[in-house]
């Protein structure tokens, strides 16, 4: 088996129901599902009965702690090459997907990571978040991270790395990506296929303080706090230079600009005379 999809889910019936249509709908179905449902009592345990005749389809409904703890329980339950965790309210953008994906592995040579577009549906507006890989580096996880949703990652990097660090409640896709990458040099490969619709909704999304209360709290575990600070009072300086760096006529004015004032404060300096 090449994939293995994982949903998680905890009384989100319509979510699920619409995440699970768009699995199954897929042209390519060489892949297992696996549907980790939190104890619901809202009727989605009876949505995945619906399609228990599914070939492939792996399923549990117990009690969990939790959003990482259910992911690592549809960990523990994978057996194919990659996993993928398409949660509930999320769904495949079509339905050749999973093909595009499973090819682009093979092009590109079996990568330990592979990621795709993210796509985020705000109503009125869905916005492309391809998260290009060009400069990922620590300072790129300070302010963002991989897309989660549209990325393959390979099972056996958990056995490796270990599995999401379940005393966190929304960054710990995060965290393990940061480890992985940016700690341990895997790398990540990034392909411009369309591959998940994200559901807004959801707690990482609507929880913006938490987010990032969490992530500072796990850079201060494996930075110094001297650099935790600097990242914290410089990013928005980084940011705005970055930006200003894709356009070459705002860059060259600022660039002037520094340099002029490097020459005022140079002539400040107080020189001793020998």
């Not at 994982?6 to 699920?16: F, K, R």
Request: glycine share 6%; net charge neutral; with cysteine.
């Amino acid at each position: 088996m090449e994939l293995s999809i994982i949903t998680i889910n905890w009384n989100n019936a319509v979510g699920l129901k619409k995440t699970m249509e768009s699995v199954i709908a897929q042209s390519c179905q060489n892949f297992e599902y696996i549907v980790v449902d939190g104890g619901s009592s809202d009727g989605s345990v009876d949505i995945i009965k619906n399609y228990d005749n599914i070939p492939n389809l792996k399923w549990i409904s117990e009690k969990d702690k939790g959003i990482y703890n259910a992911m690592n329980k549809g960990i523990k339950m994978a057996s194919g090459e990659y996993v993928q965790f398409l949660n509930s309210g999320d769904s495949l953008t079509d339905k050749d997907v999973v093909k595009k994906m499973l090819d682009e592995v093979e092009k590109n040579g079996h990568p330990d990571i592979i990621t795709g577009n993210l796509l985020k549906d705000y109503g009125k507006v869905i916005i492309r978040d391809s998260n290009s890989l060009d400069k990922i580096n620590l300072w790129h996880f300070y302010n963002g991270s991989i897309n989660h949703p549209s990325s393959y990652i390979k099972l056996d990097l958990f056995e490796k790395y270990g599995l999401y660090d379940e005393s966190l409640r929304i960054v710990s896709d995060w965290k393990w990506f940061m480890n992985v990458i940016v700690f341990n040099d895997v790398k990540p490969v990034f392909v411009n296929v369309d591959v998940v619709l994200f559901d807004t909704n959801g707690i990482s999304e609507t929880n913006e303080q938490l987010n990032i209360d969490e992530k500072l709290k796990v850079l201060r575990t494996v930075l110094r706090p001297a650099v935790v600070a600097d990242y914290h009072r410089y990013n928005r300086d980084i940011m705005m230079m970055e930006r200003i760096h894709r356009h070459k006529l705002a860059f060259k004015l600022v660039k002037l600009i520094e340099r002029v004032l490097f020459k005022i404060e140079s002539k400040k300096t107080d020189y001793v005379k020998r």
